[in-house]
């Protein structure tokens, strides 16, 4: 089997609080992304943008407050299909890594952004749910990173990935503990 790189993803969507919450609107406006070379955990490459929804093109103020993006970054950001294909060109041959992201939501964010306008998605479907994975490992409920990591409001991409998901995924590639588990991630993997 050849070895692929591991593409890390978190994004951010529009959203809305409470009843006000419309799911079926919801579009990225941030796109996040970590690349990690196959052979090397140190050779990491990072990708950031924002991305201009149309939809609903006014941030609630919910959305800025919970994601820290503010309404000048996605006035000023490209439109989906740029973004989306800015973020390929940096990736090279989708084919040639292994997507992944804590969760199921990126994963299906960038199917209904890609259907909505019409992209093609580019990724196999052997989606790496690292949240899963890290659960079934420790043998604990799933849970999501807020819980342990950074509180809210979340700070934008570059800055909390660095502060703390880039840390914690070298540790847990490494195989060494991460904190507060008091168990090691203790796993070989290939993906």
Not at 61 to 81: H, M, P, Y
Not at 106 to 130: A, G, T, W
Not at 143 to 168: I, N, V
Request: contains cysteine; glycine residues 8%.
């Amino acid at each position: 089997m050849t070895k692929r790189a591991l593409l890390i993803v978190d994004l951010e969507a529009t959203c809305w609080e409470g009843a006000q919450h419309k799911p079926g609107n919801m579009e990225i406006i941030e796109i996040g992304a970590l690349l990690i070379g196959p052979d090397d955990i140190e050779q990491v490459s990072e990708f950031q943008t924002f991305v201009r929804p149309v939809r609903c093109p006014v941030l609630s103020n919910f959305c800025k407050a919970l994601t820290s993006i503010q309404q000048g970054d996605v006035d000023a950001a490209e439109s989906f299909r740029e973004a989306f294909g800015r973020f390929l060109g940096w990736i090279g041959d989708p084919q040639k890594v292994r997507f992944s992201s804590w969760g199921e939501y990126d994963r299906k964010q960038f199917l209904r952004d890609c259907s909505f306008h019409k992209v093609r998605y580019p990724f196999s479907e052997d989606h790496f749910n690292i949240k899963m994975y890290v659960a079934e490992v420790l043998g604990c409920k799933p849970q999501g990173l807020g819980r342990r990591s950074w509180s809210a409001p979340q700070a934008a991409w570059p800055d909390r990935f660095r502060r703390t998901g880039k840390a914690e995924i070298r540790r847990f590639l490494r195989g060494s503990e991460v904190d507060p588990v008091p168990r090691p991630y203790c796993i070989s993997w290939s993906w």
